[in-house]
């Protein structure tokens, strides 16, 4: 039944092909991980759970959704200075990670359609999505003579291995995450209109639904493994994969602040919402969920974000190598310290929840 199902690849584009940010922790990273043991993956305990969003994502909710309107015909070139380097940088950083999704998924699809149809078939129709909000945002910045090229990235990104449970538990949070990211600033801008300086936010209502739906199949997914969820083990990861997600997303939105300001939005109270939206999601899914109300918790991941920043000046600076080195060590060992605290802070068990909150 795979088998003769395509994935369309994203569009590239040609003009002002762009060359991919300069890579760190932060950036959007590639993804693989041990496909055999995937195919092997019993998941008879959620199958039709799992086929009912299979046959919500092959239904193509938003089959014509991506298709640019009349109000991108005009030129961009009144989004300038500072607005226009941020708006690109959001545009660049969405588009690579879209694009990480869809690599990832297209790969499963590919070496799961002898092994696992339900597993196959889901990964296929999510590379699909992937595939059209990558080659959506690739041609936004074509509105701005730029263009990621995705050909190259496939080719010279360094991929990261991460176990199957990993992929799992992270994907997850990654596609939770990504629908609230979406969805709090579609809400924030239908509320002002006078902020939506660019058509794409027009389309975020739909599209983080289907961000949603594939968070749906990986929870669903999570729940059919009990070795990822009803042992100690587990409780540690949890809080672990948690942590990283809630970390990096402040970092990244508290680093580019000037975006989230062009578009009239607060990038600390963005920050706060979706993570607090995201980690009480994550209470459907996972055994425990972070205490975000205890006080020490966005004063912290601030504070991380505050030194992360002083951390990028020393690296644009002009110091050698080592000096700027010896400069960073009491900095990054400051960040460990944050995390460290934050992650032994008491999480909230979310098994005893589970029922009313689904
Ligand atoms: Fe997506
Ligand atoms: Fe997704």
Known sequence: M?????TPEPELLKPGVKAPVQETLLTPRFYTTDFEAVA????????PELQAIVDELRADYNRHHFVRDSEFQQSWEQIDGETRRAFID???RSCTSEFSGFLLFKELSRKLKDRNPILAEAFHFMARDEARHAGFLNKAMGDFNLSLDLGYLTRNRTYTF?????IICTVYLSEKIGYWRYIIMYRYLEAHPEHKFYPLFNYFESWCQDENRHGD???A????QPQLWNNWKARLWVRFFLLSVFATHTLTVLERASFYRSIGINPYEYNIQVIEKTNETAARAFPVILDTNHP?????LEECSDINVKIAEIEASNSPKIVKFLRKVPLILAIIRHLLRLYL?????????????C
């Open 2 to 6: 795979a088998k003769s199902l395509q």
């Open 217 to 219: 199949f990986f929870k």
């Open 162 to 166: 991460f176990p199957p449970e990993w």
């Open 345 to 357: 802070l008491k999480p909230i068990d979310a098994e005893l929840t589970r029922e009313a909150v």
């Open 221 to 224: 997914l999570l729940r059919s």
């Open 90 to 92: 959001f545009l660049e």
């Open 296 to 300: 020490e918790f966005f004063r912290r």
């Open 40 to 47: 092997q993956l019993d998941i008879s305990a959620h199958e």
